[in-house]
């Protein structure tokens, strides 16, 4: 039976926008690390990421430099203060991945999409402009003072739309950023976009799709 949520909601980053911090860390120490552990590298600068959220809210660039410290002294290399400011400057150039646009579109005509972000205010619009989809409502960690995973994240998304966990279909490519969570909250319709980020876990109870052009099916467009 097709899904009637009273909003879509989205993670932004790895699951509308091809998320590249992987990539720009890899050309950023490619003097630094050999190319044979570089996969590792950045397996660590993922893992200390989502460390650096989980406590009290900080601007976004703050994570990206805490991170990149931690993972820095762990490989023992130098770490660089243009570090940051590589990786940061990165995120507003990133675009859709090539399955997003067309879909989302699609879908926007009968829905209203939201999307609840990791992000910064003055960032987010420049990756959303490339989406080319209508939203409803854009939200960002910054607005709610806590970022995904945390459930703060998503109460104040609630809050600001007026609507209740049952009330939307949540869609994302991350478990351990979105969909754990909100399992724990009751959100019941939920899309795992299968991107290779995170190995499926059916405990959660969602539905899995490759990628954004399965989303209009599941909504019975």
Known sequence: MALKP????????????HFEMAPVARRLYADRVAEADM??????????RLDEVLGAWKPYVQVVEGSLR?????????YRDSDTDTVYA?????????DVVEPLKRVAAEFPLVILSNAMVEVIPHNVAKLEAPFHAVYTAEEAQAYKPQMRAFEYMFDRLGCAPEDVLHVSSSF???????????IVDKAFVNRGHEPANPYYGYHEIPDIGGLPGLLGL
């Open 6 to 17: 009273k909003y879509i909601t989205f993670d932004c980053y790895g699951t509308l926008i």
């Open 39 to 48: 996969a590792a590298f950045c397996r660590d600068f993922s893992a200390y």
């Open 70 to 78: 931690r993972t820095c002294a762990k490989w023992k290399i130098d």
């Open 90 to 98: 990165a995120v507003p150039t990133w675009g859709p991945h090539p």
């Open 176 to 186: 351990r950023y979105d969909l754990m969570t909100a399992h724990d909250l009751g």
